[in-house]
């Protein structure tokens, strides 16, 4: 059901971005009838000058500004309303954080508003800017067409975060089974919390390119339904590599554990059998402390025969524990 705007207009028109946005943190690049508005880093100023000069819903506006906007499409009668969140990975957090962009898509027109942490998004507006072959290229077809290269870049780009998740698996899989294991429940738990992130970004992000399509249908001149499916199955690839690194990330920490339990059993068992062996010493110390007679008290190789007495039972010992294989 498409939802309408709140205003009417006779005919729509791109305004230039010209004196009156030239304060503003915005940039466009034109090809016949299309121009497309990339606008980072959006603040009030700039959703204001959107609402002056397009015919867009104050709440569609106000979903621009939000950081915890779900992703979605909202469809009305002139124009579209996205909300898409693409993985981040944060090297100070260590965690693939979501960074949203907000699309508007009319006839003639794309407007972009992000953060400006999208390095595909803004490579693809520049090389738009500067390239005319470019330019022509992705504009000859549609707005839809254009939405389509940007979308299509900025799933392509989960897939190296997605890469780098995988080659920290395979280190935390070596180190598992090497002695140096200090810190790995640490990258461990670091790596799930990362996977589960990428998860929560992605998850929706499904749901919204897989009914692209038939709403972005109008707004291109070819038609988009085999390129639309093929990003779809990127989508799905990437979700189903996300449900693998999950299972092989659990694995890996019961593995650990497992590892872990084990080491602190050999551990406990040898110390065990030294104290076991020392026992008959500590017996024997605690026998002589006493303030009594005691055999080879007088002698002169009294600590020679009770140091003999105590080898012979401490041999006797090994040989019982090696007998049963306890050691």
């Not at 508007?104 to 992000?114: A, C, D, K, M, V």
């Amino acid at each position: 059901m498409a939802i309408p705007r709140m205003r009417k207009r006779k005919k729509e028109a791109i305004p230039e971005v010209g004196k009156e946005a030239g304060q503003l943190n915005i940039e466009s690049v034109a090809w016949g009838e299309l121009t497309w508005i990339n606008i980072e880093q959006p603040t009030k100023q700039e959703t204001e000058y959107l609402a002056e000069n397009y015919p867009f819903h104050p709440l569609d506006l106000d979903d621009c500004l939000s950081r915890i906007q779900r992703p979605k499409i909202d469809v009305y009668d002139d124009y579209l309303f996205l909300v898409f969140h693409f993985p981040v990975f944060s090297k100070e957090a260590r965690v693939t954080t979501p960074s949203q962009v907000s699309v508007f898509i009319g006839q003639n027109y794309l407007i972009t508003l992000h953060k400006g942490d999208l390095k595909p998004l803004a490579k693809l507006f520049n090389q738009c800017q500067t390239d005319e072959e470019i330019r022509q290229e992705h504009f000859s077809q549609g707005s839809g067409y254009l939405l389509y290269r940007v979308v299509d870049r900025l799933v392509d780009y989960c897939l190296p975060i997605l890469n780098k998740i995988g080659g920290n698996i395979e280190t935390v899989e070596d180190t598992i089974f090497s002695e140096r294991v200090r810190g790995i429940v640490r990258e461990i738990s670091a790596l799930r919390r990362d996977i589960i992130s990428f998860r929560r970004i992605i998850w929706p992000l499904r749901a919204v390119i897989g009914s692209m399509e038939p709403k972005i249908r109008r707004f291109s001149k070819m038609d988009m339904e085999v390129y639309f499916g093929d990003m779809v199955d990127h989508v799905d690839k990437i979700w189903d590599a996300l449900d693998e690194y999950k299972e092989i990330i659990e694995g890996l920490n019961g593995t650990y554990d497992s590892l872990a339990a084990n080491r602190t059993n050999e551990v406990m068992r040898m110390l065990t059998v030294i104290a076991t062996i020392l026992l008959p010493l500590t017996v024997i110390a605690s026998f002589y402390g006493m303030n009594v007679p005691l055999p080879f008290q007088e002698s002169h190789y009294s600590f020679l025969i009770v140091f003999f007495i105590w080898a012979l039972v401490v041999v006797g010992m090994l040989y019982f524990f090696r007998r049963h294989r306890w050691i």
